[in-house]
């Protein structure tokens, strides 16, 4: 029995290996080709230092002064005396080129739609079936999308979870004048290839063992569509709610897509925030941060996930200091008006 493992790396690549049951987490790397820096092979250099952020393993031999009791808390690990026992995803905070773990996956997918969810938002549809192997991704992550015949690529993350027959759906915004948005509205067609890197991004959904709050600013919200289908998927009974801000109504999309996750999720809630909304606008007004439940949040320990503009994931910081909670961690992933992404994690 083998289990898929996922090594994520503080250049915000990812690479996907197969270990063994009990296999040791470096051996089935280097047998991968992805060469863990060590050194004792012992557990006591520390050299290997790496974190477990989901799935089951056990660990042999740990020096104290490799990784106090706190560490092995925080579920920090020594690669050389890791035996994987499910699938997991694990964190490295050095440069994948330092292990010649090489490039992120490159494959060419066929555009099936492009469907208009709001007056500038597109949910682009593309068929990467003829890879011939399921992309796999954690949930949360993105790609680079080389927009055709432009020489350029931008950065979108996925609107779903892997799935085996790769069909791949991206939520994108569509300004008045850029690279991408140019292409969708004047230039793309069905039966167009299109040619995507991944997986990218250390932003993605952790192990789920607490109340989850996720924020999203306008297509931040794609990062958890992937989420939420995953915890759809596994069943999840955990606390999750979403706050969902745009500027204005009709900046709001796949709300039924949002409404059906309530059928599957049992404590799923869905909070629609609108900064500008008009007249006729009944639901919640203003910034997110301003409709966070400070008590709530206060009573018990979550996972906080941020994805959207700078000044939405600025904002909510902000409010977390003010509030002075403690018990928390923070994930959080920044839109730039550049061909990438900016993606950050913290743990308070």
């Known amino acids: 029995m083998g289990h898929a493992v996922a090594l994520n790396f503080a250049d915000g690549k990812t690479f996907f290996i197969q270990v063994k049951h009990n296999e040791l987490l470096v051996d089935a790397a280097m047998r991968q080709g992805i060469k863990i820096p060590i050194d004792c092979r012992e557990g006591v250099c520390g050299t290997c230092q790496g974190q477990c952020e989901s799935g089951l393993y056990e660990l042999d031999y740990v020096d104290e002064d490799a990784l106090s009791e706190r560490d092995l808390a925080e579920r920090k690990i020594l690669a050389c005396q890791t035996k994987v026992q499910s699938n997991a995803a694990f964190y490295f905070d050095h440069h994948s080129h330092i292990c010649h773990a090489g490039d992120s996956q490159k494959i060419a997918a066929v555009v099936k739609s492009v469907q208009w969810v709001s007056p500038n938002t597109a949910v682009l549809k593309v068929d990467a079936s003829a890879n011939g192997q399921t992309l796999q991704f954690l949930p949360g992550q993105y790609a680079h999308l080389y927009v055709p015949d432009t020489g350029t690529y931008r950065s979108y993350s996925f609107a779903h979870c892997p799935n085996t027959d790769n069909q791949l759906q991206f939520l994108i915004r569509i300004l008045p004048s850029g690279v991408m948005s140019d292409y969708l509205r004047e230039r793309c067609q069905v039966g167009q290839t299109i040619l995507l890197e991944a997986p990218l991004g250390s932003f993605y959904l952790r192990e789920a063992e607490r109340p989850l709050v996720f924020v999203a600013g306008g297509t931040g919200l794609s990062a958890f569509l992937g989420m939420l289908d995953d915890l759809a998927a596994a069943d999840c009974a955990l606390l999750i709610h979403l706050y969902y801000g745009v500027n204005h109504e009709q900046d709001l999309c796949e709300l039924e897509r949002l409404q059906a996750y309530s059928d599957r999720l049992p404590n799923f809630e869905c909070h ?77």
């Open 272 to 348: 629609l925030v609108v900064s500008e909304g008009s007249e006729s606008w009944t639901g919640k007004r203003g910034y997110v941060h301003a409709h966070l439940p400070r008590e709530s949040l206060a009573a018990a320990a979550f996972d906080m996930y941020l994805c959207g503009p700078p000044p939405m994931i600025e904002a909510v910081k902000t409010w977390l200091d003010e509030q002075g909670l403690q018990d928390y961690r923070l994930y959080s992933e920044k839109f730039v008006p550049s061909n990438v992404n900016t993606a950050n994690t913290e743990s308070v």
